[in-house]
T-cell receptor, first 109, second 114 residues
Framework: GQNIDQPTEMTATEGAIVQINCTYQTSGFNGLFWYQQHAGEAPTFLSYNVLDGLEEKGRFSSFLSRSKGYSYLLLKELQMKDSASYLCAVTDSNYQLIWGAGTKLIIKP | ETGVTQTPRHLVMGMTNKKSLKCEQHLGHNAMYWYKQSAKKPLELMFVYSLEERVENNSVPSRFSPECPNSSHLFLHLHTLQPEDSALYLC?????????????FGPGTRLTVT
């Protein structure tokens, strides 16, 4: 079966750095997405990786290793507003999107 | 209005009621989706439409009935729901059904079935 694993919850301190991991087992691979979802709000797109390596976008970076079936989202200089759930999703060989259950990130002052 | 809008934002209904959820996208996208989001579970894809044509129905019970009258509007008709259907229902749109395009989500309808 197809599966995406993320930690259920993480806690970090304001101003620090946090890394949210995502591992996947899917039938084929055509890209990996990260979305942010604040409580009670819609998910919003953060990043899309299809090639190995690190993509940086301001305070957020996303890394992909296709051979390891692994990605991480790196958040730097954490702010209170970064408290949210972070969803990992993978596009399989049929161009279907497989979603993880999300990681709830709690930022403490 | 911009982006993806959904109405109502909250809905409480009894198991014998009939109600409809509405979604509208103002992005000129060709694909629209209905998802169910339950606590601590992955997003569950329910229906996918491409240019008003249904392309996917992921074994969703018949008490959920989608309708896509045009590429900007999507409805989810609900009847004789069960308490386990209580969840957040999200609508999304994207440029194409090929899942290499980001999806834009509406704010969702929080549904409670009593």
């Amino acid at each position: 079966g197809q599966n995406i694993d993320q930690p259920t919850e993480m806690t970090a301190t304001e101003g620090a750095i946090v890394q949210i991991n995502c591992t996947y087992q899917t039938s084929g691979f055509n890209g990996l997405f990260w979305y942010q979802q604040h409580a009670g709000e819609a998910p919003t797109f953060l990043s899309y990786n299809v090639l190995d390596g690190l993509e940086e976008k301001g305070r957020f970076s996303s890394f992909l290793s296709r051979s390891k079936g692994y990605s991480y989202l790196l958040l730097k200089e954490l702010q209170m507003k970064d408290s949210a759930s972070y969803l990992c999703a993978v596009t399989d060989s049929n161009y279907q999107l497989i979603w993880g259950a999300g990681t709830k990130l709690i930022i403490k002052p | 209005e911009t982006g993806v809008t959904q109405t109502p934002r909250h809905l409480v209904m009894g198991m014998t009621n009939k109600k409809s959820l509405k979604c509208e996208q103002h992005l000129g996208h060709n694909a629209m989706y209905w998802y169910k989001q339950s606590a601590k579970k992955p997003l569950e894809l329910m229906f996918v439409y491409s240019l008003e044509e249904r392309v996917e129905n992921n074994s969703v019970p018949s008490r959920f009935s989608p309708e896509c009258p045009n590429s900007s509007h999507l409805f989810l008709h609900l009847h004789t729901l069960q308490p386990e259907d209580s969840a957040l229902y999200l609508c999304a749109s994207s440029h194409s059904v090929q899942a290499t395009y980001e999806q834009y989500f509406g704010p969702g309808t929080r549904l409670t079935v009593t």
